[in-house]
């Protein structure tokens, strides 16, 4: 009765043009501070007054046209309260635009006490997916109960006479403390509350540039866990389970970054809630990190975290249970390992359209429960000519790409698919659509399915037949005329004209395909199209990445295409030797995604995890019970996959001249990337991989392997890495997060299985032995990828690099070098801090080649548009473009250890210098006093030097006498002899 009564007020006020007001409480006079930019435009909703709180301090009488008070507390505050809604802010809150806006309008049409939006912030907030993905209305705590789970303040907007009626406090204090309990306190007394699916609150603090020991997440959480602890003092019963399975989980995983004093504070003020909690009502995961965190150690709830960590995706049930960690100094009972009804979490998957089959319609979908073996068939109802349900036929469907969708790594559910098939006058054609209801697990959901798809308008092109075979795409279809200009052929009617001309080509951000022309016949056509494109001088696969189909006409203008409905509606299989194509559409455009060649029963959790145990560790390869069946392969892998080059590369080329007889087998991870003549490819996470890192005899690697490999008796792993370290690496980095830690675990395992590890000088060596922990053999030869830059060839090698990249003899090359910085979240993409185009418009015969770091291969390419800036992140080896540059930009990356050797500029660009070595890494040497050229600070600043002559090259030796006193252009082989002594 009152939500309607609001309601009709609301619409009143709305025909009269009266605006909402909000009362703004901000806790702390600091919080004005940020006031100005939280304010709605042009005063939508009123905000009348802003309330600050807190000590006596000089206060403007308005801010942005709002009055401006003050109160003693937020009690006070809302007591004296004249507006609608009220909203409650602390100091580091921020309001996103339109914001409070749309909160106004929803609370004005529903009439409900109170609305949450979605909040950004850097927290673990995996529960919030769930609760903004849709909007919801008129909602309580047990139509809604993860709403309780969601206790933070400025996202909230709460009527102000609901809160005043149901008695709620916030008590002294801030509001870190208490507003927590107040929110909950608020949503169970109301008598609806709704959910926004958008943003509306975030935090103007962010401390991720920060070193771990100084962010505000891996702090001792005394005010996160008394906030709790007030809340759970009101909470429902219940609530400790949802707080146990939703906001305990992020504070386990950032106590292993936290350190013990984070523990402490973790294991006595979550007692309560871990007390009050029913274990059956929590799922196994977080039940598991509860009963760690209450008895056990920090290491203790490390190892759990790791293993989750390795099963986000399920985990291995025996006889009921899950497994713990080996190394656990608590027993965890029975009952805390043991599956329970809470985590039977019912699956179930609609596909959005039907398929029209003559006279009948067959809609697909699955269903399953996870951790349940079984998959009966739902019952599924569609609504028929009048009020009654039709029920629907339903069919078993055994398909392993369902497997894709479940993410279910110990679980098969490639039968757990169906097809429904009913009457096609059940559900006409498109847009209509219907609501088709799924009763699985004795639960029943409700799903919009959209009719099929109908002759839609006309098109002159529409693909109905695809195929893939050895990287050539074939096609077939038929369309009008309609939209074509001349050149149409003959035929009759509006159908396409025999002789019409057509061409086709693939085209996105990674290359474009070369045209291919159509057959037309008859009004209908067929053509193929080789996936591959021209990139930095050579022919390669078309990259991973998304493309459009683009069809033109004789003059070369664009011509409509489409998918037609069943190809997207019933994907079909297009893998080959090295590409997967998936199609997509949106509108008219015929979309497609290169992938790597997974085929079906490799992709998703189940097929990687079926593939680690049944062919990897089937073999006896993680006990090393048995030894490498294929004594001549070698297994090469740069960069997991990416590139053929690097230290890997060069020990690949000096075995292949030796003609020893050996299968040398490329890991690859990209259909771009092709594996040098004489060498082949096994592409990653296929079941050929598993095979080969098997049964291998020879892995030569230059980074850390999977993380569940180990080395099997009779194998050699020898660990080139991938360069001589400026910045500090594995345990020499100091404290980090929980990601850090597992790293260092990983590589600390592995390394302990080492045969060899190569290293370029012996200063190297004691950072490997301290960074890794590494007691076996190093191999000092140098490292064998800069073999090439000694070689009696690097003069011809470099004119051959230049031409294939299309650089002048006179062109002055710049390389630009950067490395990867974890501070500003770019680690897959390219931290451009030199201005390319800036420098190529300042020194005319400079040509600047961009190269990313490795994680940066998949990113679009930098500076597009400009002649003379080439994005060279692609290139499989970058020893050949230190041959092609004459001058070398790069910060802190180790390319400046290889460059020097070929004695020619360096200029290390280091805008963030104080931030890098102080906080991201941490420098093994004074990069200032010892760098092989000089600092810059500024793109102006590398202009600069680049316009002196080069005065550094007593430095460079100085630099190459310290870190590069090996180097002799002999590594490769010497590192070959060594391999074979082992073999």
């Known amino acids: 009765m009152r939500s309607a009564v609001r309601r009709l007020a609301a619409a009143a006020r709305r025909r009269v043009g009266t605006r ?87 609370l004005a049409e529903t009439g409900s006490d109170l609305v949450v939006g979605d909040l950004n912030s850097t927290a673990a907030r995996a529960w919030a997916k769930e609760l903004f993905s849709r909007r919801l209305v008129r909602q309580d705590a047990v139509s809604c109960p993860l709403a309780l789970v969601d206790l933070t303040v400025p996202n909230h907007m709460f009527r102000l006479a609901s809160w005043r009626r149901a008695g709620v406090d916030v008590g002294p204090g801030a509001l870190a403390e208490t507003g927590a309990a107040a ?10 509350f709704d959910v926004l699916p958008r943003p509306v609150a975030g935090s103007t603090v962010d401390d991720t540039c920060l070193p771990v020991g100084q962010q505000a997440r891996f702090q001792p959480p005394v005010t996160v866990l008394q906030a709790l602890r007030r809340a759970a003092e009101r909470a429902p019963t219940g609530w400790c389970d949802l707080a146990a399975t939703h906001l305990l989980p992020p504070l386990y995983v950032d106590a292993v970054g936290g350190g013990e004093h984070y523990f402490a504070a973790l294991t006595a003020g979550a007692a309560p809630i871990i007390d009050g909690m029913d274990p059956a009502g929590v799922p196994v995961a977080p039940r598991l990190g509860a009963w760690v965190a209450r008895h056990g150690t920090l290491h203790d709830l490390a190892l759990l975290q790791d293993l989750l960590a390795d099963h986000p995706h399920g985990l291995r049930v025996s006889g009921g249970l899950v497994p713990v960690p080996a190394g656990l100094s608590v027993e965890v009972p029975p009952q805390w390992r043991r599956i329970a009804d809470v985590d039977r979490r019912p699956r179930v998957r609609v596909s959005e359209r039907a398929v029209r089959v003559g006279n009948r319609c067959r809609l697909s979908g699955a269903t399953f429960t996870e951790y349940v073996d079984e998959a009966p068939l739902p019952t599924l109802t569609l609504p028929g000519p009048g009020q009654e349900r039709v029920r629907l036929d339903v069919e078993r469907r055994h398909d392993p790409r369902t497997n894709e969708w479940a993410a279910r790594a110990f679980e098969d559910r490639s039968d757990a698919g169906w097809e429904a ?60 005329r309609t939209g074509l200009g001349t050149g149409l052929g003959t035929g009759t009617g509006t159908g396409l004209g025999t002789g019409t001309g057509l061409h086709v080509d693939v085209s996105g951000p990674h290359g474009t395909t070369s045209g291919a022309g159509l057959h037309v016949e008859g009004g209908r056509f067929t053509g193929a199209v080789r996936l591959s494109t021209v990139e930095l001088g050579r022919r390669v696969r078309l990259p991973v990445g998304r493309y459009e189909l683009r069809v033109t006409d004789e003059a070369g203008a664009p011509v409509p295409a489409r998918w037609a409905a069943h190809l997207l509606e019933e994907a079909p299989e297009l893998v080959d030797a090295r590409l997967r194509v998936t199609l997509a559409g949106s509108g008219p455009a015929a979309l497609l995604r290169v992938q790597s060649p997974l085929r079906a029963h490799e992709r998703g959790a189940f097929g990687q995890q079926d593939l680690r145990s049944r062919v990897y560790a089937g073999a006896g390869a993680a006990n090393g019970t048995r030894g490498p069946s294929y004594d001549r392969m070698v297994l090469l892998e740069t960069f997991r996959g990416r590139s053929v080059g690097d230290n890997p590369g060069a020990i690949g080329r000096e075995l292949l001249a030796r003609d020893l007889g050996l299968d040398l087998v490329w890991v690859v ?46 194998q050699i792993h020898l660990q080139t890495w991938h360069g001589t370290p400026l910045k500090r690496i594995g345990e020499d980095r100091g404290p ?7 790293h260092r675990r990983r590589l600390d395992g592995q390394a302990a299985r080492w045969d060899a590890m190569l290293s370029p000088g012996p200063w190297c060596s004691d950072i490997f032995r301290s960074a890794f922990r ?3 053999v190093l191999w000092e030869v140098g490292y064998p990828r800069n073999d090439v830059l000694l070689s009696p060839g690097a003069g011809t090698l470099r004119d051959d690099v230049r031409h294939r990249l299309g650089l002048a003899p006179e062109d002055r090359v710049l390389l630009y070098a950067p490395t990867w910085r974890s501070y500003l979240g770019q680690r897959d993409s390219k931290p451009l801090f030199l201005d390319a185009a800036q420098v190529v418009a300042s020194m005319p015969d400079v040509v600047v080649l961009v190269r990313g770091h490795y994680t940066a291969t998949h990113d679009s390419a930098a500076f597009p548009g400009q002649a003379r800036v080439h994005d060279v992140t692609r290139y499989p080896d970058i020893a050949e473009l230190y041959l092609a540059a004459d001058v070398l930009v790069t910060d802190y990356s180790s390319v400046m250890f290889d460059f020097v050797l070929t004695d020619k500029p360096v200029v290390l ?63 490769a082989a010497q590192t070959v002899d060594r391999l074979l002594e082992l073999w």
């Open 20 to 106: 909402p007001r909000v009362t703004v409480v901000l806790d702390g006079a600091d919080a004005l501070a940020t006031l100005a930019g939280r304010l709605p435009p042009a005063g939508r909703p009123l905000l009348e007054p802003v309330v600050v709180c807190g000590p006596e301090v000089s206060l403007p009488g308005r801010v942005g046209g709002t009055a401006v008070a003050r109160a003693a507390t937020v009690d006070d505050a809302v007591h004296g309260a004249r507006g609608d809604y009220l909203v409650l802010l602390g100091p580091a809150d921020a309001v996103l635009p339109d914001a409070w806006a749309a909160m106004t309008d929803d």
């Open 183 to 192: 929110v909950l306190a608020a949503s169970l007394a109301a008598d609806a």
């Open 421 to 480: 098939w009913f009457d096609a006058a059940l559900l006409p054609e498109a847009p209509a659509a219907r609501i088709v209801e799924v009763l699985a697990a004795g639960r029943t959901t409700r799903h919009q399915v959209q009719g099929p798809t109908g002759p839609g308008s006309p098109v002159p092109v529409e693909v109905d037949a695809v195929g893939l075979r050895d990287g050539v795409l074939s096609l077939a279809g038929s369309g009008t």
């Open 669 to 714: 991870d990209d259909p771009a990337v092709d594996p040098p003549p004489g060498t082949r490819a096994v592409v990653r996470r296929t079941e050929a991989w598993y095979d080969a890192l098997a049964n291998a005899r020879g892995y030569v690697a230059n980074a850390g392997a999977p993380y569940w490999f180990e080395k099997r008796s009779g």
């Open 736 to 742: 980090g997060d929980f990601a850090t830690w597992r």
């Open 774 to 776: 590494y007691q076996g």
């Open 909 to 971: 660009l280091t805008p963030d210098l104080e931030q890098y070595r102080e906080v991201e890494r941490g420098f093994y040497f004074d990069l200032e006093e010892h760098a092989p050229g000089p600092l810059a600070r500024s793109t102006a600043g590398v202009l600069e030097e680049l316009s002196r002559p080069d005065a550094d090259t007593s430095r460079r030796a100085s630099f190459r006498s310290r870190f590069c006193p090996l180097e002799q252009g002999r590594s």
